[in-house]
């Protein structure tokens, strides 16, 4: 994949993540708003365990989905139906667990609220997420980056249109919502299997055996890690479900949901650097610092423009109500910045095919995370499960950055913000800017020259 290539493949997955964002945060904005915080938490801890347990046990795939087809880049066939086999073998094993979970005699908190309706529509949501997420990622994988974005966009579009006609003709609840968010991911993966049809028909091959070995031994390292990484993402809101009322679970919810979006660029270089970096791993190689450090920079200059707005706007969007979303939502964007361009360097040690940098950091920031929620969240409620993240993320930030240094041997000097980073951002800024009057300008050209060849028709 040329430079060129990689210019335009971020740009693409960038505006797609615009959308993408702007779509969830409809969504968030819209079941917040209808449900009311109470609802709004039980809705997110029918979701809970699927979204936990399909990353648990998608043995690696969101990563080997998208790093083999560049690695193995004549066995895609054989990649396609490992995906499927892997993803049925993640659906069998994630319902198993959730059912236990449901029908074992032990503690189940707020989780005791859910209906035997809700929980079977759980089962339900596990595999049309985790099939949708992983044919999704071998698109991208394949190098079809703008069309996983689609797959990607069409699910969340579908979604929000659902729950927008609901809202219009008639009420929604906790259940049609859960309802939607399985059913939208149908489209997406009935497009992703129409994208992935020129690696078709799939086959089982003499060496098919030792390919699915390789991505079960990678894919086993990143679960390992998946197990801790997710389990930090959500281990607050799992241990807020046990330790405070439905109605602050709803709160801290929006939260998340809202201080997330500032994951938008990091999560737009990482995802679409990756396969870039595997079919040109020597020369990519070099780009790391570089990403990393304006990865790093716009995250962190994002967040006051992001907090100056992102704060009022709970309010006036969501009412009062959700007042007590503002400030955990605060607290997590900072932490949110700080991960960012960790995500580079994550993905550098991937391409390098060293996951245990993954399963080690992640279970240390599990461990540092799970005991700062245990002493916060008693304390501070929803405000110290957001210290807790805060805290965990930064620790998480500087980890990346020694495993990095310790495979590259990269002086840290070259991981620092630099002068000529901000320079570029500002030139890329005026670029952009220029670009965009130049649009105007010529649109308003072509309006004239229309206007003029339409006057000297009437004469």
Not at 81 to 97: K, R, W
Not at 253 to 268: G, K, M
Not at 386 to 403: E, F, G, K, P, T
Request: aromatic share 10%; proline share 5%.
């Amino acid at each position: 994949m040329s430079s060129g290539n990689l210019k335009q493949n971020i740009k693409t997955q960038f505006a797609g993540n615009i959308l993408f964002s702007l779509l969830m945060a409809g969504v968030a904005l819209l079941t917040a708003r209808v449900l009311g915080p109470a609802d709004r938490g039980l809705l997110r801890l029918a979701q809970l365990l699927p979204l936990i347990l399909t990353r648990v046990f998608s043995f690696g795939l969101e990563v080997s989905a998208a790093a083999f087809p560049g690695l193995y880049p004549d066995r895609k066939p054989e990649l396609f139906l490992h995906t499927l086999l892997l993803s049925a073998a993640g659906t069998l094993l994630s319902i198993l667990l959730i059912l236990l979970f449901f029908i074992l005699p032990i503690p189940h908190g707020e989780f005791s609220s859910l209906t035997g309706a809700l929980i079977g529509l759980s089962l339900l949501y596990v595999p049309a997420f985790l099939f949708a997420q992983n044919l999704m990622t071998l698109v991208r994988g394949c190098g079809q980056i703008g069309r996983s974005v689609y797959v990607q966009l069409i699910q969340t579009a579908a979604l929000l249109a659902m729950l927008v006609i609901c809202v219009l003709i008639g009420r929604l609840t906790v259940f049609l919502s859960l309802l939607f968010f399985t059913l939208c991911c149908l489209p997406g993966i009935g497009l992703a299997l129409w994208y992935l049809r020129p690696i078709l028909p799939v086959r089982w091959t003499a060496d098919s055996g030792s390919l699915l070995k390789k991505m079960l031994h990678f894919g086993a390292q990143i679960s390992l890690s998946n197990i801790a990484s997710f389990l930090v993402l959500y281990l607050d809101q799992f241990m807020l479900g046990y330790m405070v009322p439905l109605d602050q679970v709803g709160q801290y919810v929006i939260a998340v949901l809202l201080a997330e979006r500032l994951r938008l660029l990091p999560n737009t270089l990482s995802t679409t650097f990756l396969p870039h970096l595997t079919h040109d791993l020597q020369n990519r190689q070099g780009q790391v610092p570089r990403m990393f450090r304006l990865t790093l920079l716009v995250s962190v200059l994002s967040l006051i423009p992001f907090g100056g707005i992102g704060a009022p706007a709970i309010c006036f969007l969501l009412g009062k109500q959700y007042a007590q979303a503002i400030a955990p939502f605060l607290i997590l964007i900072i932490g949110v910045a700080l991960i960012g361009g960790a995500q580079i360097l994550a993905g550098d040690l991937a391409a390098r095919q060293k996951p245990k940098y993954s399963v080690i950091n992640s279970y240390l920031i599990l461990a540092t995370n799970g005991l700062l929620n245990w002493i916060m969240i008693p304390r501070l409620g929803i405000c110290g499960a957001a210290l807790a993240s805060l805290l965990s993320y930064a620790v998480s930030s500087c980890m990346w950055i020694v495993y990095y240094r310790r495979e590259s041997g990269t002086p840290l000097r070259e991981l620092c913000v630099q002068k000529e980073d901000f320079l570029f951002l500002i030139s890329t800024l005026i670029g952009s800017l220029k670009d965009l009057l130049q649009f105007f300008k010529h649109t308003e050209k072509s309006g004239d020259k229309k206007d003029r060849h339409l006057e000297s028709s009437v004469d």
